[in-house]
T-cell receptor, first 113, second 114 residues
Framework: SQKIEQNSEALNIQEGKTATLTCNYT??????LQWYRQDPGRGPVFLLL?????KEKRKERLKVTFDTTLKQSLFHITASQPADSATYLC????????????FGSGTRLQVQP | DTEVTQTPKHLVMGMTNKKSLKCEQH?????MYWYKQKAKKPPELMFV???????INESVPSRFSPECPNSSLLNLHLHALQPEDSALYLC?????????????FGDGTRLSIL
């Protein structure tokens, strides 16, 4: 069956450093992969979407890569700030027939001042 | 503020009660979703409505009954829930139910079953 794994349950880094979060999936080759941010007690907020034929996508201090050979996406936050502390979720459609997102387990990022 | 509004924000109910969760969006989105989220877990899909028709039911127990009265509204009717049903219930919408579109989430209803 399809699995989506985010390797780190939690990641602690110092302010100003680059945070790198990993999302791995098995079996299926999605056409798109999405990243969301979730703060405690709030719903997820969409951050970035990347297509299978895009190697990299950027938005301000955020960068996402998508390696369909490795079946992996990396999510980078450069010049991290304490306000970036949150849980980050990757998500993809499991198969073309189901038409619904499945989320990875999430990585809880803590940026220390 | 989110563009998807969920009410109530908190709900405490007994196992014999009947209650409803409500979700509203005015972005003209034609796909709407219910998710259940337990603490420190990702959201788990429950139902998908596409153009006001139920398109996915993830084998959810019948004590949860979704309803889509119109393209802007989504309800989740609750009856005879169990303590393990206590969770954050999230509503989301997207332009259409396809993979290249982001989903917009509300902030959820925190449900506690006594």
């Amino acid at each position: 069956s399809q699995k989506i794994e985010q390797n780190s349950e939690a990641l602690n880094i110092q302010e100003g450093k680059t945070a790198t979060l990993t999302c791995n999936y098995t079996n299926y080759s999605p056409a798109y992969l999405q990243w969301y941010r979730q703060d405690p007690g709030r719903g997820p907020v969409f951050l970035l979407l990347i297509r299978e034929n895009e190697k990299e996508k950027r938005k301000e201090r955020l960068k996402v890569t998508f390696d369909t050979t490795l079946k992996q996406s990396l999510f980078h936050i450069t010049a991290s700030q304490p306000a970036d502390s949150a849980t980050y979720l990757c998500a993809l459609f499991m198969d073309t027939g189901r038409r619904a997102l499945t989320f990875g387990s999430g990585t809880r990022l803590q940026v220390q001042p | 503020d989110t563009e998807v509004t969920q009410t109530p924000k908190h709900l405490v109910m007994g196992m014999t009660n009947k209650k409803s969760l409500k979700c509203e969006q005015h972005m003209g989105h034609r796909a709407m979703y219910w998710y259940k989220q337990k603490a420190k877990k990702p959201p788990e899909l429950m139902f998908v409505y596409s153009y006001e028709k139920l398109s996915i039911n993830e084998s959810v127990p019948s004590r949860f009954s979704p309803e889509c009265p119109n393209s802007s509204l989504l309800n989740l009717h609750l009856h005879a829930l169990q303590p393990e049903d206590s969770a954050l219930y999230l509503c989301a919408s997207s332009q259409e139910g396809v993979s290249n579109q982001p989903q917009h989430f509300g902030d959820g209803t925190r449900l506690s079953i006594l």
